[in-house]
């Protein structure tokens, strides 16, 4: 038995049942993350004092993790690209490698900025500047390194499906790319909240 | 035609791969939508009945406090029950919480749509399978894993999460280590309606059969979207609250700790700062939009029920559709009309009074469309009918007590009253568990090939409506008392309590009486399975989609070829047509799934 339009677009939607059902998924991630900064905001609102993100975070890190999802998101965009216009897999498959190369540097970086802290003698329960630091970047992380994981899985053995539909491998980069962006975003309105302000 | 010979003609005719599975993939880790759903219908009524187990437990309490439970007094150990086995407070809380969470999360949500959604959704819109086969098994299988964390954390030390369904900090904040599984158990039966969900919408958008275009589709296929998207887009909010409460409680920060707490005589250590009305926002973000994912898909299997009993179309359909949508949006602002009480100040208060009013207009329109559609027909009273029957007048009472409630002034008096334990109660219990019973009813025979007995179903139906109503009936008048919910003396300790507390002894029976009877239920289902009357694959001559397959349907794949939709869901007693009804799908696909 075969699911249509897992891999056709199906004629009056437009579109193929995985590219919908990312944009759903990221759409009941907006709502987790809407939970999560709304909540930021009624404590923030709350409190009686708040101490300026700069004077507690290294702001240059951050800046530089930044960075780096953004060109990571590039570079994902670039391999799907590759593979829609023909390139070849052995281009996607290093333009994915260089993706989770960006990623794990995030994480390299993110781990040690939290290792500072901890042996600083910082916790989440220090105050509820650092819980909400540590857990909405550590919710972030998640995210990331789940993202990692599926990435991981296309470029390595996930990659043999190229060769049997290179139609159905490419939208599975597709979908883990519409995901990669959207942790990317979710970093890009995180970093000036807790960094800058 | 039996299950072997259409299963070895579509072998034959579109080359469905006829290997053999494994015991494990066909009936354990199945990517059969048919076999998903029932393993979920199986589960869900696990945990009804142990949901309700629980709060007959309870209700002894109520109605004979401090004296020894009979039977299981004995077998409860020191930690649950005193000496000579009467309930200790802390267990009757735990009772009273878990009951709560059982019967929503892990009950009734995954009945109506894990189990009715995912066994017809495919079948009615003409589709093979739900979109994504893989998810669908997960799902499942994260709803089972959180099921077991939920039951394990009866056994911890102080027993399962007691602080209320709702989980309100601080309270639940320091409450016992059950409170964590339940926390862990909640972010798993998250994670699985999530993966549902989506996997519920791609496939009415996707999937649906040539010529099943949107206002073709049936009734039940509209509920079943809106509920989705509810659990899709209020479920995730729950998520972050229960992240924040797993942090305070593991991590002690203090997202829902205000400074300067004091417990027992002593002020908490923690930093504060927090908030315990931030919990409340974000848990009835999420309930509100979960009582209607109660409620929905209730009216969406009486609708299909409806419709093929009174051998009419529904009354107003579109009307129908237009307020199901309606209440889909409505259902995100509403949520505070559960906090009128916390100070949250009149202009708020004031919105939420007027949200509140504004979405019960779409639910008296569903339901008045309903009524309306039983004017005049020829009402065949089968089984499922008389269920579906009952549940429009006990909706009908929940609803209208909800209004009440959601108008700030008189709910300062009702609120946490046993009135909202009523309110509440009449829609999920003789409402939505009504309406799973008439589903169970009018399915079973597409699923098995049998009809459940209709004498038996009788013993079952009267009996559970006159018993439903003993229990619930009389929580209104005591609300009106005075008498709050979860207490552990059911009232007595106050003067207003007293009068009203004898009542209790009347509904404890009630709910005994009502366990007993529903004997008739499982063992019609045990008979039937095993004895029940064969009958065809359209039973109950019914226009829908699902009726044009085999009973049971063709294992991956469910129709003996591609189906094509030719008209409209309820096409009873069409003009001119010489049988009463006109299935959606074509002739073709008619012909051969009857046989002739
Ligand atoms: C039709 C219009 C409805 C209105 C106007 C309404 C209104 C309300 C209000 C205002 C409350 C809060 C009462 C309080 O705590 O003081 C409440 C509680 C509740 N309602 Fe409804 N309701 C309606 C329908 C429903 C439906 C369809 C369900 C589905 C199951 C439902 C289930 C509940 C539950 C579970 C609670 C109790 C929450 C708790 O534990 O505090 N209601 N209702
Ligand atoms: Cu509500």
Same mark, same amino acid.
């Given at each position: 038995?075969?699911? $249509?339009?897992?891999?056709?677009?199906? $004629?009056?939607? =437009?579109?193929?049942?995985?590219?919908?059902?990312?944009?759903?998924?990221?759409?009941?991630?907006?709502?987790?993350?809407?939970?999560?900064? *709304?909540?930021?905001?009624?404590?923030?609102?709350?409190?009686?004092? &708040?101490?300026?993100?700069?004077?507690?975070?290294?702001?240059?890190? %951050?800046?530089?993790? *930044?960075?780096?999802?953004? @060109?990571?998101?590039?570079?994902?965009?670039?391999?799907?690209?590759?593979?829609?216009?023909?390139?070849?897999?052995?281009?996607?498959?290093?333009?994915?490698?260089?993706?989770?190369?960006?990623?794990?540097?995030?994480?390299?970086?993110?781990?040690?900025? &939290?290792?500072?802290?901890?042996?600083? %003698?910082?916790?989440?329960?220090?105050?509820?500047?650092?819980?909400?630091?540590?857990?909405?970047? =550590?919710?972030?992380?998640?995210?990331?390194?789940?993202?990692?994981?599926?990435?991981?899985?296309?470029? %390595?053995?996930?990659?043999?499906?190229?060769?049997? *539909?290179?139609?159905?491998?490419?939208?599975?980069?597709?979908?883990?790319?519409?995901? &990669?962006?959207?942790?990317?975003?979710?970093?890009?309105? @995180?970093?000036?909240?807790?960094?800058?302000? | 035609m039996?299950?072997?010979?259409s299963?070895?003609e579509?072998?034959?005719s579109?080359?469905?791969?006829?290997?053999?599975?494994?015991?494990?993939?066909?009936?354990? !880790?199945?990517?059969?939508?048919?076999?998903?759903?029932?393993?979920?219908?199986? #589960?869900?009524?696990?945990?009804?009945?142990?949901?309700?187990?629980?709060?007959?437990?309870?209700?002894?309490?109520?109605?004979?406090?401090?004296?020894?439970?009979?039977?299981?007094?004995?077998?409860?150990?020191?930690? /649950?029950? #005193?000496?000579?086995?009467?309930?200790?407070?802390?267990?009757?809380?735990?009772?009273?919480?878990?009951?709560?969470?059982?019967?929503?999360?892990?009950?009734?949500?995954?009945?109506?749509?894990?189990?009715?959604?995912?066994?017809?959704?495919?079948?009615?819109?003409?589709?093979?399978?739900?979109?994504?086969?893989?998810?669908?098994?997960?799902?499942?299988?994260?709803?089972?894993?959180?099921?077991?964390?939920?039951?394990?954390?009866?056994?911890?030390?102080?027993?399962?999460?007691?602080?209320?369904?709702?989980?309100?900090?601080?309270?639940?904040?320091?409450?016992?280590?059950?409170?964590?599984?339940?926390?862990?158990?909640?972010?798993?039966?998250?994670?699985?309606?999530?993966?549902?969900?989506?996997?519920?919408?791609?496939?009415?958008?996707?999937?649906?059969?040539?010529?099943?275009?949107?206002?073709?589709?049936?009734?039940?296929?509209?509920?079943?979207?809106?509920?989705?998207?509810?659990?899709?887009?209020?479920?995730?909010?729950?998520?972050?609250?229960?992240?924040?409460?797993?942090?305070?409680?593991?991590?002690?920060?203090?997202?829902?700790?205000?400074?300067?707490?004091?417990?027992?005589?002593?002020?908490?250590?923690?930093?504060?700062?927090?908030?315990?009305?931030?919990?409340?926002?974000? !848990?009835?973000?999420?309930?509100?939009?979960?009582?209607?994912?109660?409620?929905?898909?209730?009216?969406?299997?009486?609708?299909?029920?409806?419709?093929?009993?009174?051998?009419?179309?529904?009354?107003?359909? /579109?009307?129908?559709?237009?307020?199901?949508?309606?209440? +889909?949006?409505?259902?995100?602002?509403?949520?505070?009309?559960?906090?009128?009480?916390?100070?949250?100040?009149?202009?708020?208060?004031?919105?939420?009074?007027?949200?509140?009013?504004?979405?019960?207009?779409?639910?008296?329109?569903?339901?008045?469309?309903?009524?309306?559609?039983?004017?005049?027909?020829?009402?065949?009273?089968?089984?499922?009918?008389? !269920?579906?029957?009952?549940?429009?007048?006990?909706?009908?009472?929940?609803?209208?007590?909800?209004?009440?409630?959601?108008?700030?002034?008189?709910?300062?008096?009702?609120?946490?009253?046993?009135?909202?334990?009523?309110?509440?109660?009449?829609?999920?219990?003789?409402?939505?568990?009504?309406?799973?019973?008439?589903?169970?009813?009018?399915?079973?025979?597409?699923?098995?090939?049998?009809?459940?007995? #209709?004498?038996?179903?009788?013993?079952?139906?009267?009996?559970?409506?006159?018993?439903?109503?003993?229990?619930?009936?009389?929580?209104?008048?005591?609300?009106?008392? +005075?008498?709050?919910?979860?207490?552990?003396?059911?009232?007595?300790?106050?003067?207003?309590?007293?009068?009203?507390?004898?009542?209790?002894?009347?509904?404890?029976?009630?709910?005994?009486?009502?366990?007993?009877?529903?004997?008739?239920?499982?063992?019609?289902?045990?008979?039937?399975?095993? /004895?029940?009357?064969?009958?065809?694959?359209?039973?109950?001559?019914?226009?829908?989609?699902?009726?044009s397959?085999p009973?049971?349907?063709?294992?991956?794949?469910?129709f003996a070829r591609?189906?094509?939709?030719?008209? +409209?869901?309820?096409?009873?007693?069409?003009?001119?047509?010489?049988?009463?009804?006109?299935?959606?799908a074509?002739a073709a696909q008619v012909a051969e799934a009857t046989g002739s």
């Amino acid at each position: 038995m075969e699911i $249509p339009y897992t891999t056709a677009e199906r $004629p009056d939607t =437009g579109l193929t049942n995985g590219r919908f059902g990312i944009w759903l998924f990221l759409a009941s991630e907006v709502m987790f993350f809407g939970g999560l900064f *709304s909540s930021y905001l009624l404590l923030r609102l709350g409190a009686t004092d &708040w101490p300026r993100g700069a004077d507690r975070l290294d702001v240059v890190l %951050g800046a530089v993790n *930044s960075l780096l999802l953004v @060109l990571s998101s590039i570079t994902i965009l670039a391999a799907w690209g590759a593979l829609r216009d023909g390139g070849g897999l052995a281009k996607a498959r290093r333009l994915l490698g260089a993706t989770i190369v960006l990623g794990v540097v995030f994480v390299a970086i993110k781990a040690n900025e &939290w290792q500072h802290k901890l042996e600083e %003698g910082i916790r989440p329960a220090t105050d509820m500047f650092y819980a909400l630091y540590f857990t909405m970047t =550590g919710l972030h992380l998640i995210h990331l390194l789940a993202g990692l994981a599926v990435l991981g899985y296309l470029a %390595g053995p996930g990659a043999a499906l190229f060769r049997r *539909s290179p139609k159905q491998y490419t939208q599975r980069v597709e979908i883990t790319g519409i995901y &990669w962006h959207f942790v990317d975003l979710v970093w890009i309105v @995180l970093f000036p909240t807790l960094y800058l302000t | 035609m039996s299950q072997e010979s259409s299963a070895r003609e579509t072998g034959g005719s579109d080359g469905v791969q006829a290997t053999p599975e494994s015991f494990l993939r066909r009936y354990v !880790f199945s990517l059969d939508h048919k076999v998903i759903g029932i393993q979920y219908a199986l #589960t869900a009524f696990l945990f009804l009945l142990l949901g309700f187990s629980l709060v007959l437990v309870l209700r002894w309490q109520l109605a004979y406090p401090d004296e020894p439970v009979p039977v299981l007094g004995g077998l409860l150990g020191e930690e /649950r029950v #005193t000496e000579d086995g009467a309930i200790l407070p802390e267990f009757y809380n735990q009772l009273g919480a878990m009951h709560g969470t059982i019967m929503v999360f892990l009950a009734i949500v995954p009945l109506v749509v894990g189990a009715f959604g995912n066994y017809l959704i495919p079948l009615m819109i003409g589709a093979p399978d739900m979109a994504f086969p893989k998810l669908n098994m997960a799902s499942y299988w994260t709803y089972a894993a959180g099921g077991l964390v939920m039951l394990a954390s009866f056994f911890v030390p102080g027993g399962a999460a007691n602080s209320g369904w709702t989980s309100y900090p601080p309270l639940a904040n320091i409450a016992t280590e059950g409170q964590t599984y339940w926390l862990f158990g909640m972010l798993m039966m998250i994670i699985s309606s999530l993966l549902g969900s989506v996997n519920a919408i791609v496939t009415i958008v996707q999937l649906r059969a040539p010529g099943m275009t949107l206002d073709r589709l049936p009734f039940f296929i509209w509920a079943q979207l809106v509920t989705a998207f509810l659990l899709l887009l209020a479920f995730p909010p729950l998520q972050t609250a229960a992240v924040l409460q797993m942090m305070d409680r593991l991590l002690d920060t203090s997202f829902f700790m205000p400074s300067g707490l004091v417990v027992n005589g002593e002020v908490m250590a923690n930093s504060g700062g927090g908030t315990p009305l931030l919990w409340q926002h974000l !848990f009835w973000f999420l309930a509100h939009p979960e009582v209607y994912v109660l409620i929905l898909p209730a009216f969406g299997i009486v609708a299909e029920i409806i419709a093929n009993n009174t051998r009419r179309p529904l009354w107003g359909y /579109r009307s129908m559709v237009a307020a199901t949508l309606a209440i +889909g949006v409505l259902a995100f602002i509403v949520w505070a009309h559960h906090m009128f009480l916390t100070g949250m100040g009149t202009v708020i208060s004031a919105f939420f009074q007027t949200t509140t009013m504004i979405i019960s207009i779409p639910s008296v329109v569903i339901l008045t469309c309903l009524f309306l559609s039983l004017w005049g027909g020829a009402i065949r009273f089968t089984v499922p009918m008389l !269920f579906a029957l009952a549940f429009l007048p006990m909706f009908g009472i929940g609803g209208l007590t909800g209004l009440p409630l959601g108008l700030a002034a008189a709910d300062i008096y009702l609120h946490d009253t046993y009135y909202v334990i009523g309110h509440f109660h009449y829609v999920v219990a003789p409402g939505t568990i009504f309406a799973i019973f008439a589903g169970v009813y009018y399915w079973f025979p597409k699923v098995t090939g049998r009809k459940l007995s #209709t004498v038996l179903g009788h013993l079952h139906f009267w009996p559970s409506l006159i018993f439903m109503n003993g229990i619930f009936l009389p929580m209104f008048k005591m609300g009106m008392a +005075g008498v709050s919910r979860r207490l552990f003396d059911g009232g007595r300790q106050y003067d207003f309590g007293e009068g009203v507390a004898g009542l209790n002894v009347a509904m404890s029976h009630s709910a005994w009486a009502l366990a007993a009877v529903q004997v008739f239920f499982v063992v019609n289902l045990v008979w039937s399975l095993a /004895r029940g009357r064969r009958v065809g694959d359209n039973p109950w001559q019914a226009t829908t989609l699902e009726w044009s397959a085999p009973s049971p349907p063709i294992p991956h794949g469910n129709f003996a070829r591609e189906v094509r939709v030719e008209r +409209g869901p309820y096409e009873y007693s069409a003009p001119g047509a010489d049988q009463d009804y006109l299935s959606q799908a074509d002739a073709a696909q008619v012909a051969e799934a009857t046989g002739s």
